[in-house]
C-alpha cells in the first residue's frame, strides 16, 4: 500500500545517507546470489521476471499512483524448484522506505522459500519410503481400494511441507529485515501474497492486505471469482484480539470509519491498516505479526487464471470485476497491463479528489497457453532480474506516466476529504468460496502472539510524517510515532 510521506527536505537527506544501501552493497549482494545459485540447488534466475512483460504462463505489470515513489514490487518465477513449479509474488510497501523492504523481501523471500522446500523435501521422501512399506503390506493383506488413501496422505505430508516452508521463510525474512542496517523498517514494512505452483497444486502464503483471487469456469462456462486469500486487516476479530492481548489498541479515525487500524498503547501512531506485514517493528511488540496465512487449493481443468494484485487495485475493483477484465483481455499477455489500466480509470472516476495508490498485477494462467500470442514487443526485456534491476542506492522522486513518460504535475486540486474511505470486500459469493480453502494456523511455538522486543527510538526524524496530508484515501500508516528522550534510553 503506497503512503504520503511528509517530512522535510533535510530530514529526507539525512535519513537516505543512513538507509539507502550503495552500489558497493549491490555488488555483494549479486555475489550473493551467483553463490546461493551454485550451492543451493541452482535456481534459474534467468526465468525470474519482476518488471512489465510477459512470459509463457504469466504477465505483470505495475503503475506508479500520485503518492510518491512506486512500493509495490512484483515477481514470477519459473522453473522455481523444478520444470513443473512456479513462484509468483505481490509485495506492497508501506512506509518512508516501504519501496526498499518490497523490494527487499521480493529479492530474498523466494530463495528462502527455495532453501527451506529443498530441505523440508529430504524429510518428507523419507516418511514416503516408510509409507510406501506399510501400505505394501496392507495391500497385500486387505483389499484394493488404497488408492484414495494413499492419495490422500501424500496430499497432506505435501502441503504439511510447504507449510512449515512458508512458516520457516517468512520467519527468518523478517528476523534478516529487523538486523539489516541499509534498511530502516522501524515504521516501514509490506505486505507479501506469493503462490507457488507446482504440478496441479497451488500452495498460497499470506500476509497482510494484498489479494489472490482464482478465475474459474462456472458450470454455465462464465467466469466466477474465488478468493484465496483474507485481507488480514485489524477488524477481524481474531487479529484484533491478539493485538489488543499485547497492548496495542485498534480503532478506527472519525473520518474513515471504516478503516481500523493499529495504534501504539500510549501514542495514537502509526495507525497502521493491517495486522501483519513484514517490518513495522515499532509495532511487532505490540501484536502485529509476520506469520502468514498459509492454504492449498487442487487444481482443476475449470480453474483458468490467478490473480495477484496490491490494494490499489482492490479499492476500487471487485473480484467479480478483476476476473471479467482479465478473461476479457485482447490478449492474455495483455491482461494485467489491461487490469491495472481499468483499475486507474476507476481511480479517477470514482475518487477524482484522491491520490491514486500503486498498483501492480500478476496474471499467472494455469493451462501455460501464452506462447502463439507472445509476440517480441510483448515478451519482458528485464526477465534476467540480476542485469536489470536498477541499483537500490538511486530512487528517483519524480513522477512519471507510466505509458507515455513524461512528468506528472504533483500538485493536487485541492477538494473535500471523503468521507467513506475502504477496501472493496468480496461479495457473499466469493466469501462463501474462502470456505473451501484449508486454512491452517502457525504452530503453538510460532502463536505465541506477541515478540518480547525493545523499541529503538527512530533516528533522523524530528518531525511528524503524515500519510493523511492532501487528500488521501486508505494509507497504510497515518503518521510516525515521537519518542520522548526518556523512552529512547
Known amino acids: 500500500m503506497g503512503s504520503c510521506a511528509s517530512v522535510n527536505k533535510k530530514a529526507n537527506e539525512e535519513q537516505d545517507s543512513s538507509c539507502m544501501p550503495t552500489l558497493r552493497w549491490r555488488k555483494r549482494h549479486l555475489e550473493a546470489l551467483n553463490y546461493y545459485s551454485a550451492e543451493d540447488g541452482d535456481p534459474n534466475f534467468s526465468k525470474r521476471m519482476c518488471s512489465n512483460g510477459a512470459s509463457k504462463v504469466a504477465c505483470v505489470f505495475t503503475q506508479q499512483g500520485r503518492k510518491g515513489v512506486n512500493q509495490d514490487a512484483m515477481v514470477v518465477w519459473e522453473d522455481f524448484l523444478s520444470d513443473d513449479t512456479i513462484f509468483c509474488g505481490i509485495f506492497d510497501g508501506h512506509g518512508p522506505y516501504g519501496h526498499l523492504v518490497a523490494r527487499k523481501v521480493r529479492d530474498s523471500l523466494p530463495m528462502k522459500l527455495h532453501s527451506y522446500w529443498q530441505s523440508f523435501k529430504d524429510k518428507t521422501n523419507d516418511n514416503n519410503d516408510t509409507d510406501r512399506n506399510h501400505y505394501k503390506k496392507k495391500a497385500r493383506n486387505g483389499p484394493n481400494d488404497l488408492d484414495g488413501e494413499i492419495s490422500s496422505a501424500k496430499e497432506s505430508r505435501l502441503f504439511s511441507a510447504w507449510k512449515e516452508t512458508y512458516l520457516k521463510a517468512y520467519k527468518v525474512m523478517d528476523k534478516e529485515l529487523r538486523s539489516n542496517s541499509t534498511v530502516d523498517c522501524f515504521c516501514s514494512g509490506s505486505t507479501a501474497v506469493s503462490v507457488v505452483k507446482q504440478g496441479q497444486y497451488l500452495f498460497i502464503g499470506n500476509i497482510g492486505d494484498s489479494r489472490a483471487v482464482l478465475g474459474t ?59 501483519r506485514a513484514f517490518g513495522d517493528f515499532c509495532l511487532k511488540e505490540y501484536g502485529v505479526i509476520a506469520i502468514p496465512e498459509v492454504s492449498y487449493r487442487l487444481l482443476t481443468e475449470r480453474d483458468q487464471f490467478v490473480v495477484l494484485a496490491s490494494d ?13 477484465i482479465v478473461s476479457s483481455a485482447p490478449t492474455r499477455s495483455l491482461a494485467a497491463r489491461t487490469l491495472v489500466e481499468s483499475a486507474v480509470r476507476e481511480w479517477r472516476f470514482k475518487y477524482p479528489t484522491s491520490k491514486m495508490d500503486d498498483c501492480a498485477v500478476v496474471c499467472l494462467y494455469l493451462d501455460t497457453k501464452m506462447d502463439a500470442q507472445l509476440g517480441p514487443e510483448n515478451i ?76 529503538e527510538p527512530l533516528d533522523a526524524i524530528d518531525q511528524n510524517w503524515s500519510g493523511l496530508e492532501g487528500v488521501t484515501r486508505v494509507n497504510s500508516l497515518v503518521h510516525l510515532p515521537r519518542f520522548p528522550e526518556e523512552k529512547s534510553l
Open 217 to 275: 469456469k462456472a458450470a454455465d462456462d462464465s467466469i466466477s471469482a474465488i478468493q484465496l486469500t483474507v485481507d488480514l486487516k485489524p477488524n477481524l476479530p481474531r487479529e484484533a484480539e491478539r493485538i489488543q492481548r499485547c497492548r496495542g489498541r485498534v480503532f478506527a479515525l472519525q473520518d474513515e470509519p471504516e478503516v481500523h487500524r493499529v495504534w501504539l498503547p500510549y501514542d495514537d501512531a502509526p495507525g497502521l491498516a493491517m495486522a
Open 312 to 324: 490499489g487495485v482492490w479499492d476500487v475493483l471487485s473480484n467479480e470485476e478483476v476476473v471479467h
Open 380 to 455: 519482458s526485456t528485464s526477465s534476467n532480474v540480476i542485469d536489470q534491476m536498477e541499483p537500490f542506492g538511486v530512487v528517483s522522486n519524480e513522477l512519471k506516466d507510466t505509458f507515455s513518460g513524461q512528468k506528472i504535475d504533483q500538485k493536487e486540486e485541492e477538494g473535500p476529504l471523503l468521507q467513506r474511505l475502504f477496501t472493496l470486500r468480496a461479495t457473499d459469493a466469493s466469501q462463501s468460496c474462502l470456505q473451501s480453502i484449508v486454512i491452517l494456523e502457525p504452530s503453538k511455538e510460532l502463536k505465541d502472539g506477541c515478540e518480547e522486543n525493545v523499541l
